[in-house]
């Protein structure tokens, strides 16, 4: 059986763990964002998330202040787009932990929520744009309907692991309707979408993370 909340301190090494995803996949998402765009997505996001690992390895943290370590350490030491909309991302999530010692299936409800507020108001970019959004969004979809039709803790990171998967692979056909690869028009139809993949790596680790602690 699986618990239903846990710790913000137990929680804490999901936060290097997206860390490392973001890390040693810096190759692939430089090689994706080189087929619609200038092929620095691996670089920044991979600088970004190694110094936000080296500053939590200098000290001790919950998944709260973890959280929002990346989020200063990406608005504050990255530049380009990402650097502004993952960095509101994670700050935005941390927030939604500031009353709490523990999180449950509605306080991670909540951080999906306002992560993804966030990224919408500073990108402006809808479903179907080629762009994160079309994981985080469907994930996020999956969670909450998930949780509605009664689904517990596990089932709802579950249903929003599988979402972000199926979210990325769309990007595929779709046309880039933002950003650099929107100046290729079908041309940047048949390529993933950099920003979409580097999502679904956090997705997948939080997720995942959380789901190992949770069902241990």
Known sequence: MSAECITLAAAAPVVLEI????????????????ATGDGDHGINMAKGFRLARDRLNARSFDLRAGLAEIGDTLLGDIGGSMGPL???????MADKLADTDTLDSAHMAAMLAAGEDAIRDLGEAKPG??????????????YDETAASGGDFVACLTAAKQAAAVGLEATRDMVARLGRAARLGERSRGSLDAGACSCNLIIQALAGGLIARLTA
């Open 19 to 34: 860390a490392s995803a973001i890390i040693d996949n810096q190759a692939l998402l430089s090689e994706i964002d080189g």
């Open 129 to 142: 744009d080629k762009t994160l959004i079309d994981v985080l969004t469907p994930a996020r979809v999956a």
């Open 86 to 92: 993952y960095g509101s991302f994670f700050t935005e």
